[in-house]
């Protein structure tokens, strides 16, 4: 008989009524760690933003940070949530395969694309030089030290 621990995702199509596959995926991989979303714990995930389990899967292994900085998820006790998540060793508990379609699903649905990235700097960005003159010396030049 095979190790649950190993096969996590076997039963996700079974997932609970109104949860999108991501979130059923994220929720099935981290209680491998014993992590429940929005769960009682000072170390589980309190989720502020849905869009969290997209990113955290289209991320790649920058997204769990990156979803942190951009305050979609909070957790009382940090530390303790990154000691369960290590100490589970989720990395290597998983098949690649089972979670290859939620993964290209976050990818192909990301609306933070790089073309989408780069017009949003676009229109923050380049304003021209009129604030710049008014907080800059006559030559314009800036330093952070």
Known sequence: MMNSRHYPFKNLHRGESGVS???????????????????SHDYDIQVNDK???????????????????????????????????LRADLEHSISPLKLLWPVLQAKLFNLQSKKHAFNIGKHHYDIGNDLYELMLDPRMTYTCG
């Open 21 to 39: 596959k991501t979130e059923s995926t994220i929720r099935v991989l981290l209680a491998l760690a014993e992590i429940e979303i929005n769960g």
């Open 51 to 85: 869009a969290f389990y997209r990113n955290l899967l289209s991320g790649g292994p920058l997204g769990f940070g990156e979803t942190y900085m951009d305050g979609q998820w909070d957790c009382e006790a940090l530390d303790a949530l990154i000691y369960k998540v």
